[in-house]
């Protein structure tokens, strides 16, 4: 089965450090999301790219965070400085692009970030 | 602004019990409704895609069914390896996946 990966699974850090969270979306999916959990906001979206091109990052901080994708195989979302308001799960997920829409979403398992 | 509620946040049943989940939903234009279910430490895993009010997916335990406002997971005499968190979602076009904040569901034996 081919799946989404994302590193690192579980990363803590001081306020004001850089973070930076890795994924490799599924080969041959062109849209990426990424996505914050918290136990109170749920499953909100920070930004996501169609063939590699930003098309909406309206859900992230702009002052602090900055959302990549290098190549085709590599996503990366980062945040500098970090605060502890910062610390959830963060997903990557990814999909086709099909006529009107997408193919469902793949999700990797997530970066579990705490901010002390 | 395209909304999602799921009801109940949470539901405990027992093992046989068959009960629904609702997922409410506010769209301009819905191209899609997906239902996930996520297990804790896990990223969410794909149920259903439905399209169209009236349609009607299955998978083993579990039925979804759509309307034009809302969708509901059926769930038929679960079992103790159902409980999770279903998650509901709402695509638009090209747009953004919306997603509710989910129903947590326990099976108790």
């Known amino acids: 089965d081919a799946r989404v990966t994302q590193t690192p699974r579980h990363k803590v850090t001081e306020m004001g450090q850089e973070v930076t969270m890795r994924c490799q979306p599924i080969?041959?999916?062109?849209?990426v999301f990424w996505y914050r959990q918290t136990m109170m906001q749920g499953l909100e979206l920070l930004a996501y790219f169609r063939n590699r091109a930003p098309l909406d990052d309206s859900g992230m901080p702009k002052d602090r965070f900055s959302a990549e994708m290098p190549d085709a195989t590599l996503a990366t979302l980062k945040i500098q400085p970090s605060e502890p308001r910062d610390s959830a799960v963060y997903f990557c997920?990814?999909?086709?692009?099909?006529?009107?829409?997408?193919?469902?979403?793949?999700f990797g398992n997530g970066t579990r970030l705490t901010v002390t | 602004e395209d909304q999602v509620t799921q009801s109940p946040e949470a539901l405990r049943l027992q093992e046989g019990e068959s009960s629904s989940l609702n997922c409410s939903y506010t769209v301009s234009g819905l191209r899609g409704l997906f239902w996930y279910r996520q297990d804790p430490g896990k990223g969410p895993e794909f149920l259903f895609t439905?399209?169209?009010a009236g349609e009607e997916k299955e998978k083993e335990r579990l039925k979804a069914t759509l309307t034009k406002k809302e969708s509901f997971l059926h769930i038929t005499a679960p079992k103790p390896e159902d409980s999770a968190t279903y998650l509901c979602a709402v695509q638009a076009g090209y747009q953004k996946v919306t997603f509710g904040t989910g129903t947590k569901l326990q099976v108790i034996p």
């Open positions: 439905l399209y169209s």
């Open positions: 080969l041959g999916h062109n849209t």
């Open positions: 997920a990814s999909a086709s692009t099909t006529q009107g829409g997408f193919s469902p979403l793949h």
